[in-house]
């Protein structure tokens, strides 16, 4: 696929698999070819690549949208 994820800094990504700590949301800190992204349960910051994450995500939160 040729198409992007719209995906900002300060998003909040619902990943297919939780974190050992139990969270499975993830606020994206950097992106480009790669994502720092900050756990949201335990602060954990992992790097991970472009491809990798935009295959686990099951949903993107924009900030200040509604739960």
Known sequence: MNWKMDIQVGDILKLK???????AEWEVLRIGMD???KCMGCG???MIARTAAE?????I???GENP
Do not use: A, V, Y
Request: aromatic share 4%.
């Open 61 to 63: 939160k924009k900030p």
């Open 35 to 37: 994502f720092r992204l």
């Open 17 to 23: 698999k939780k974190h050992p700590c139990g969270s």
């Open 44 to 46: 954990h910051q992992i």
């Open 55 to 59: 295959k686990n995500i099951r949903e």
